[in-house]
Antibody, heavy 123, light 108 residues
Framework: AQLQQSGPGLVKPSQTLSLTCVISGDSVSSNGAFWNWIRQSPSRGLEWLGRTYYRSRWYNDYAPSMRDRLTVKADISKNLFSLHLNSVTPEDTAVYYC??????????????WGQGTTVIVSS | DIQMTQTPSTLSASVGDRVTITCRAS??????LAWYQQKPGKAPELLIF???TLESGVPSRFRGSGSGTDFTLTISNLQPDDFATYYC??????????FGPGTRLEIK
């Protein structure tokens, strides 16, 4: 399985950051997986942002600090999930990763990661 | 939030050495702890889950232990490929999942 990220590297303050993560070798609607977004910056380290997952219907969980600005969505037709972070500020400058989360006997936690997208918030 | 701390922040060692990294959670997390290795410019890679279970393909010189609040990652017979940054992460609570600040393992 692989995760391939895409999206802009530069976003202006107050705009919306949108990133996509295309899944190959697995399904976004898999009944066992969770699909996450995580970011990394020198000031905040690794920071979990939120996730989406399908269990007969779609669910989302968000970090409390992100709940007001973040939306994570899935697109079954394209087998991808996306991040939409609105009202960005320079503090949102980071490397953004998508990651699969599984909870199985043979693997657990974030077992598969995208390649990372460097996002700079600047005018 | 569950706070994760790691010591040391930087560790200098030589090929063939054995090193230990410590991770502490601010409250009990049972064994819901993972360790990741990250190399410059790359995404983290899962090494160990449930505190002590090696991810498939990870060499047996990596060993994780601990439960509750205190955990260790031990790497025996260090190889050149092992010099990287290591992170612990708790996943007992997704509100939110949290990572340690990292331990950079450098060549002495």
């Amino acid at each position: 399985a692989q995760l391939q990220q895409s999206g802009p590297g530069l976003v202006k303050p107050s705009q919306t950051l949108s990133l996509t993560c295309v899944i190959s070798g697995d399904s976004v609607s898999s009944n066992g997986a969770f699909w996450n977004w995580i970011r990394q910056s020198p000031s905040r380290g690794l920071e979990w942002l939120g996730r989406t997952y399908y269990r007969s219907r779609w669910y989302n969980d968000y970090a409390p600090s992100m709940r007001d600005r973040l939306t994570v969505k899935a697109d079954i037709s394209k087998n991808l999930f996306s991040l939409h972070l609105n009202s960005v500020t320079p503090e949102d400058t980071a490397v953004y990763y998508c990651a699969r989360e599984l909870h199985m006997a043979t693997t657990d936690a974030f077992d598969l990661w995208g390649q990372g997208t460097t996002v700079i918030v600047s005018s | 939030d569950i706070q994760m701390t790691q010591t040391p922040s930087t560790l200098s060692a030589s090929v063939g050495d054995r090193v230990t990294i410590t991770c502490r959670a601010s409250q009990t997390i049972s064994n819901w702890l993972a360790w990741y290795q990250q190399k410059p410019g790359k995404a983290p890679e899962l090494l160990i889950f449930r505190a002590s279970t090696l991810e498939s393909g990870v060499p047996s010189r990596f060993r994780g232990s601990g439960s509750g609040t205190d955990f260790t990652l031990t790497i025996s017979n260090l190889q050149p490929d092992d010099f990287a940054t290591y992170y612990c992460q708790q996943y007992i609570s997704f509100s939110p999942f949290t990572f340690g600040p990292g331990t950079r393992l450098e060549i002495k």
